[in-house]
């Protein structure tokens, strides 16, 4: 479940910014199950395209913090989300903090997302539209416009997209593995860890490689 699926003749591939990605036939079924509906096709549709752009973006926030310490990535989505990964025989090349490299690329995908939430909110605030936020059903937090945007669908869409972006981001930074937040504190368990011990053992007794694939 944490690995990357095994490659079918449904899946759909294309790249963005020069980074691959790969869409797994689960990722659609599992994005339809996870829809919280009230009428017909249109709204399916609205709510798949919106989880769709928000979990790229966030795993394009991950792959892009992983190019930046030079690595060559890819992206799959699929099932309940997606994969950033990278070679990890990468990892034992590069220098610098291995603790430090792995949190930023865990926290880029959360922080990819929130990006996009800001800048929507800014820009319809900008234009002079509305935003409110509720807790309560169906998933805990509603935030978006209840102002006509263009048209009644693209509404829905932009509602759909922030609430992804932000109420998935957040949980996401739980300190639960294999999510960010579970990935981040175990880096930074590791790290204490590391450091406790070596103040009572020789530090020649400790390598300096680590490697993760997300």
Known sequence: MLGEPERTQGDLNFSLLGIPVRIHPFFWLVSVLLGPYKSGLAQVVNWVLAVFVAILVHELGHAMVMRAYGFRPWITLYGLGGLASYDYGE???????????????????????????????????????????????PY??????????????????????????????????????????????????????????????????FGSNSSVRM
């Not at 792995?102 to 935003?131: C, D, E, M, R």
């Not at 937090?141 to 829905?156: A, C, H, K, M, N």
């Not at 981001?169 to 368990?189: A, K, M, T």
């Open 91 to 137: 990892a034992y090349r590069r220098r610098g903090s291995p603790t430090l490299r792995q949190i930023f690329i865990s926290a880029a995908g959360p922080g990819a997302g929130f990006l996009l939430a800001v800048l929507l909110v800014g820009s319809l605030l900008l234009a002079g539209h509305t935003i409110l936020y509720a807790v309560g059903a």
């Open 140 to 205: 805990g937090l509603s935030l978006g416009t209840p102002d006509l945007i263009l048209r009644p669908q693209v509404t829905e869409f932009i509602n759909n997209l922030l609430f992804i972006c932000i109420a998935w981001g957040l949980l996401n930074l739980l300190p639960i593995y294999p999510l960010d937040g579970g990935q981040i504190s175990r880096e930074v368990f590791l790290w204490f860890n590391a450091n406790s011990i070596s103040l009572k053992l020789p530090s020649r007794c």
